[in-house]
Every structure is written in structure tokens, then in C-alpha cells.
């Protein structure tokens, strides 16, 4: 988001100084920052539900609470995934009529 400047907003938004930023990790991915939340949560989902992963090493899935932060982590999980892909299509949107080569 550095990268991004004073144009890192809350909200989708062109200004008429915008500038497309190309560089950096953009030039790479077009949406780092919710690339980089949705693999470190799908890291986290691994690393505390995998085989060998916490909540299964401690039995704490075998539990009515264990279940309880299960299911409400996974709901979690596609309600930011849908967020997520929803706010990068209102970017590309909200960009692209701006931006051509975008």
C-alpha cells in the first residue's frame, strides 16, 4: 500500500491526478495487498487445520467450540474472499474508465 501513496482510500475512487501505479509489486499483481491477506488466511486455515495442524493435534475440533470457531472461520474466510474479489472488480471498474491499458 506504500506504493499507493495518498491514493491507499477506504474506497474505490478516481481522482483527476490519479496516477495508474505500475511498479513495485503492481507490476507483478494487479491487487497485492488482498492477494497477500488471502494467502496468509489460507495459510493460516492450513497451518491450524491440516493434518498435524493445531486444532487437530490438540482435539480441539472434536469439541462443540472447536466446531463453533470452525464453521465461523470459514464463513469468515468466503465472506472476505467475495469482499475482496467484489472491491478489485469496483477498482478495475472505477480504474479502467481512466485508464485504458488497464
Not at 30 to 43: A, N
Not at 47 to 76: E, I, K, P, V
Not at 80 to 90: E, H, I, S, T, V
Amino acid at each position: 500500500f506504500h506504493k499507493l501513496g495518498r491514493h491507499s482510500i477506504s474506497h474505490p475512487s478516481v481522482t483527476n491526478d490519479h496516477k495508474l501505479v505500475t511498479d513495485g509489486p503492481y507490476a507483478f499483481v494487479p491487487h497485492p495487498g488482498y492477494s497477500s491477506f488471502l494467502i496468509f488466511f489460507l495459510g493460516s486455515v492450513i497451518c491450524l487445520f491440516a493434518d498435524g495442524g493445531w486444532m487437530r493435534g490438540c482435539g480441539l475440533l472434536q469439541t462443540t467450540s472447536g466446531q463453533l470457531f470452525s464453521s465461523t472461520m470459514l464463513r469468515f474466510a468466503l465472506w472476505a474472499g467475495l469482499m475482496f474479489f467484489r472491491r478489485a472488480a469496483l477498482e478495475d471498474e472505477a480504474l479502467g474508465g481512466k485508464f485504458r491499458e488497464h
